[in-house]
């Protein structure tokens, strides 16, 4: 099989490429380079491009680079500022995965003739026994990234990849280590790709839009302080909004960005029994996915711990998650990711959408 393996300059896509190498398929990697200005936190670096050819040249395989910058801008900058800017929480990750990784990326791949693509994620790929492809938890349940891969299409899906999803973090090293290839002991990237870590969220911002000062008031409407920007503050929120002072732990539970207001209050104000979806990516079948219609367990963000759950689909592309328990409400913009589970295949994803 003839498989393009986008190489982020990881050890995971290293060894990814190498697994498929070995397994016989004819291998060629690719880097996509994303970000045209400073990164030093990401993917998106020169480093991590340069890492990435010279892992290929060690695997003796070709490696080619693909300048998507300018889809990148469109699909992810811009709708992060603009989501900031609207009072939402936006995840880049999962919209590069929905719009760069598994779409242009998977577009091109298929013009220039390859049977699929692979990627470094931790995910499994797994068959259902009605014959449909679904993301399933990585053996590694620490590592795992089927939160951040759910807007795969039921399409995109049958023509990718996860090789080191069935193998742990410290698995991946030691394959790396034993081919030597110079990316086994490299650092994961933690942060957004295109923020530097001397520039900050606030600071690209600012270059991009106008930042607001905003007003902190008690939920009942005692002042109580200032924020340097209304738009950088997020649901939920307990550091950096002039009111964690005194006995009472509060937290964000309401962000008036065109009022310039956030609002603090005790974490109870934050529980809820049900999250508002829109934007829902349903899997299974091409012809629009399948509704569980029993429970499902839903992940409220990254590294969130699963909540027992029921959906109800709402048409039109949205959906209502039910919590089984008062839950803590989602930061609008954030993704919910549903998961069911059976004895074959574990935890697997069955939709997911943004919180409204």
Not at 262 to 277: C, K, N
């Amino acid at each position: 099989m003839k498989v393009l393996v986008a190489m982020s300059g990881g050890v995971d896509s290293s060894v990814a490429a190498a697994l498929l190498r070995d397994e016989g398929h004819q291998v060629v990697g690719a880097t996509m380079r994303l970000w045209g200005g400073e990164s030093d936190s990401g993917c998106c670096s020169v480093a991590d491009v340069e890492d990435a050819r010279r892992v290929a040249a060690q695997l003796g395989i070709d490696h080619h680079v693909l300048n998507l910058a300018d889809e990148f801008h469109t699909h992810v900058v811009e709708p992060y500022v603009a989501d900031h800017v609207a009072g939402r929480t936006p995840n880049p990750c999962i919209e590069c995965n929905r719009h760069l990784k598994f779409d242009v990326f998977l577009e091109r791949a298929e013009v220039l003739g390859y049977d699929a693509v692979a990627t470094g994620h931790h995910a499994r790929r797994v068959q259902l026994a009605d014959g449909t492809w679904r993301i399933a938890r990585a053996v590694d349940s620490a590592k795992d990234q089927s939160y951040v891969l759910h807007p795969l299409t039921p399409e995109a899906l049958g023509r990718v990849l996860f090789p080191v999803g069935a193998m742990t973090k410290a698995e991946v090293r030691d394959r790396a280590a034993a081919l030597g290839l110079r990316t086994a002991e490299k650092a994961e990237s933690q942060d957004v790709c295109f923020i530097t870590s001397t520039e900050g969220r606030r600071k690209f911002l600012a270059a991009r839009t106008e930042l607001h000062p905003g007003r902190v008031v008690d939920v009942d409407g005692t002042e109580l302080g200032t924020v340097a920007a209304v738009e950088t503050v997020t649901l939920g929120q307990r550091r950096g909004v002039g009111a964690s002072g005194g006995a009472a732990r509060r937290f964000v539970v309401d962000v008036d960005v065109p009022g310039r207001t956030v609002t603090v209050g005790p974490p109870e104000r934050l529980m809820v029994d049900h999250a508002d979806l829109d934007r829902m990516v349903w899997a299974g079948p091409s012809q629009g996915g399948t509704v569980p219609d029993g429970p499902v367990l839903a992940q409220c963000s990254a590294h969130g711990d699963p909540r027992p759950a029921r959906v109800e689909d709402l048409g039109g592309g949205a959906a209502r998650v039910w919590f089984e328990e008062p839950s803590r409400r989602v930061a609008p913009g954030q993704s919910v990711v549903l998961y069911a589970t059976d004895p074959a295949n574990g935890e697997y994803v069955v939709g997911g959408g943004l919180a409204t």
